[in-house]
C-alpha cells in the first residue's frame, strides 16, 4: 500500500497568529488623522475616542 506524504501540521500559536494577522484592521493615513485630531479636539476622552473606534489606547498615542 502506497502512503501520500502528508504536510507537517503548523503548530496551533502559528495558525493563530496567521489568523490574527490577515484580520487586522489596516488605517488608512487619512483615517488616523481623523481619529488623531478628534483626540486632540478633546470633546470625549481618549479612552472613549478608541472605544468608539475600536483600536487599543497605546495605539492612538502612538499615532499622534
Avoid at 490577515?22 to 488616523?32: D, F, G, L, N, V
Avoid at 472613549?48 to 498615542?61: A, G, K, S, T
Wanted: aromatic share 4%.
Amino acid at each position: 500500500m502506497k502512503q501520500n506524504p502528508r504536510p507537517a501540521k503548523e503548530p496551533a500559536e502559528q495558525v493563530v497568529k496567521e489568523i490574527r494577522r490577515a484580520t487586522r484592521k489596516h488605517y488608512s493615513a487619512e483615517e488616523k488623522i481623523r481619529i488623531v485630531l478628534e483626540g486632540l479636539r478633546g470633546e470625549d476622552s481618549i479612552a472613549e475616542l478608541c472605544r468608539r473606534e475600536r483600536i487599543p489606547p497605546n495605539v492612538d498615542y502612538r499615532w499622534s
